[in-house]
């Protein structure tokens, strides 16, 4: 297997490389191709190269996808409210560089296993109680166009037989570690680790308001799984909208009260953001997920297994105050 990841210095980027390097011993290479370099204690073997490059730059991209590329996980993006607030960049990296992607593996290598991470942003409007793959595209947010756009293109790539690709949307991902960063949904994982770092903390939206949620790990896991599917088993339109769990800002606080006291309440904040509110709102918030579940994808089962999960992943890497 050559690999390339797009983003694979990003968090789900390093994850994803962390695990295609335990599950498959037959990799022979893998490009993390990103804006920044990825940080040093993850390139574990010299299979792994850190490729420093701008997607935006087509000349770049075929220098790198050449035909011995097996499998481009696409993750490289500009996350919800900085592509809200930035219309020019949201087009040219979300957009535009995922069709220069598409079109440079095409040129390649028609076989590359090409996956694509949407997000459940691609929705919107009057959604029903709970919808499934059928539900129409009506993004409230230009992140969610330029997705619903890229997502149109790989469907339409992978019909006309130019390359294999395959979308996969991604849930909101929680707990994401490290820091807060310019996705609209940044809080869902901030309310829980800033109060594990003993750190204040805002929840912009309603605490009523359902999330639809993943962790890390069964979101990379899918992601896997959307990499190595038959493509016999993707008949018709090649987008799957990965497994989620609906919870709420005050079930996951809930959980946190338990495991730290009532007085963890007292590092959160409750002062609504109504830009970060109205694309939330917007966002699914239950899913009909049968048909990906009978595709081997997989599901957390509540939101106090993720934040075990969370804590557990910490303590490897230092210890939680
Ligand atoms: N994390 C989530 O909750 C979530 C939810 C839905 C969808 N997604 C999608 O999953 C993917 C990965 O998300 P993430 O949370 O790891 O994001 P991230 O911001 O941590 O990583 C994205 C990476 O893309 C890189 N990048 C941005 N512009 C680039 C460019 N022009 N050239 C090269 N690299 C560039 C960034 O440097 C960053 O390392 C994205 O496509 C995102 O839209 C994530």
Not at 107 to 115: G, H, K, L, T, W
Request: hydrophobic share 40%; proline share 4%; net charge neutral.
């Amino acid at each position: 297997m050559n690999i390339i990841i797009t983003g694979g210095a990003g968090f789900l980027g390093s994850e994803l490389l962390n695990s295609l390097l335990q599950q498959f011993p037959n990799i022979e290479t893998v490009k993390v191709v990103d804006r920044i370099k990825l940080d040093s204690h993850l390139v574990t073997s010299n299979k792994v190269h850190s490729i420093v490059a701008d997607i935006t730059d087509k000349a770049e991209l075929e220098n790198i996808i050449d035909k011995d590329t097996t499998h481009l996980f696409h993750l490289a993006a500009i996350v919800s409210s900085h592509a809200e607030q930035d219309f020019e960049l949201g087009m040219l990296v979300n957009l535009k560089a995922t069709e220069n992607l598409l079109e440079c593996c095409r040129q390649a290598n028609p076989n590359i296993r090409f996956v694509f991470s949407s997000s459940l942003a691609v929705f919107g409007g009057k959604l029903p109680a709970q919808i499934d793959y059928m539900t129409a595209m009506q993004p409230s947010s230009s992140y969610g166009t330029q997705k619903a756009i890229c997502e149109l293109l790989v469907n339409d790539y992978a019909r006309k037989g130019f390359v294999d690709a395959i979308t996969v949307r991604l849930p909101t991902i929680c707990i994401r570690p490290g820091v807060p960063n310019k996705a609209a949904s940044s809080f869902v994982s901030g309310i829980i680790r800033e109060p594990l770092k003993q750190q204040a903390s805002n929840c912009p939206v309603d605490v009523d308001l359902p999330l639809w949620v993943s962790s890390p790990n069964s979101v990379i896991k899918n992601i896997i799984h959307a990499s190595q599917l038959d493509s016999k088993q993707l008949s018709g339109f090649r987008t799957v909208n990965l497994p989620g769990l609906k919870t709420s800002a005050k079930e996951m606080l809930a959980c946190l009260v338990k495991l730290k006291g009532q007085s963890v309440l007292e590092l959160i904040s409750y002062e609504k953001d109504e830009s970060v509110a109205r694309i939330v709102a917007s966002w699914p918030q239950s899913m009909n997920n049968e048909k990906e579940l009978a595709l081997g994808f997989v599901k957390d089962t509540d939101f106090n297994s993720i934040l075990t999960a969370y804590l557990e992943t910490q303590k490897q890497s230092k210890p939680i105050t």
